[in-house]
């Protein structure tokens, strides 16, 4: 067991050192100061977040409900949780471009423009990174007690009290997991914003379209400096959410 296990994770940093050996500093730096580049990397940035922010809102309440309550359908609306995860992203893109051409859809963009522009960059990212949240914050749920709810009822509280203020900080520590999910599956997003929201430069390019267009033009140096800086971003942030999501478990 343990030989397999230390396969794989030296199987995971042999790939990093691959990129990391492949490119030089030179090229990182270069990659950074491109005006492009810079872009993608505040638009990640930018739109992981707020895919983040929404789908820890979303996940909550349905990881709630689906945990607590047990009703007709509930497997197959379980399973329906599950789509954006099963299917590959380029099918979440097309069906998110299907459904913008319907009557719904064209209503919805004569007033707001959403195909190809940055709104979609988030749609695309969420309707994949919220399903990760959606069955984290399930399992938190149902791995919670709920004894100390029904103590809170019987003393007085009422279903919401006993929800902000017994329940919600016991799962803390899954929210920070549900969140750093969210976050990091946004950054890696490709397949559904690449067929959503495409690949315009300086306007619906994030870090994994840039690594796209770079290997389209033969730039693989700069394909892999970017790579580099979304492995070394994305890893400080897991990095920094087990630490301080530990720290205020502990306590």
């Known amino acids: 067991m343990g030989i397999v296990a230390s396969t794989y994770i030296v199987l995971i940093l042999a790939m990093v050192l691959a990129d990391f050996f492949y490119t030089t500093p030179d090229h990182i730096f270069k990659a950074l100061a491109s005006k492009e580049i810079q872009y993608a990397i505040k638009l990640s940035l930018v739109s992981s977040t707020i895919t983040m922010l929404l789908s820890v809102i979303v996940a909550i309440p349905i990881g709630y409900f689906m945990a607590r309550y047990n009703f007709k359908f509930k497997k197959i609306i379980d399973a329906i949780l599950d789509i954006p995860i099963v299917l590959p992203p380029l099918v979440v893109g097309l ?54 709810e ?26 920070l997991t549900a969140a750093s999910l969210a976050w990091a599956r946004a950054l890696g997003e490709f397949g559904p914003i690449l067929i959503f929201a495409g690949a315009t430069r300086m306007r619906t390019e994030v870090l994994p379209t840039t690594v796209f267009l770079e290997m389209s033009v033969g730039n693989i140096e700069a394909a892999v400096a970017v790579s580099l800086i979304m492995i070394a971003s994305g890893f400080l942030v897991l990095l920094l959410v087990r630490i301080y999501g530990t720290k205020k478990h502990t306590f």
């Open 150 to 175: 029904q103590v809170a009822l019987t003393l007085g509280c009422n279903q919401r009290q006993s929800f902000f203020y017994i329940l919600l900080p016991q799962a803390k520590s899954g929210i």
């Open 95 to 148: 069906s998110l471009l299907l459904l913008f051409q319907t009557t719904l859809g064209q209503f919805i963009e004569s007033h707001l423009r959403i195909t190809y522009t940055v709104y979609s960059v988030v749609i695309a990212q969420f309707m994949v990174a919220c399903a990760f949240a959606v069955r984290t914050m399930y399992v938190t749920f149902s791995q919670i007690n709920n004894r100390q």
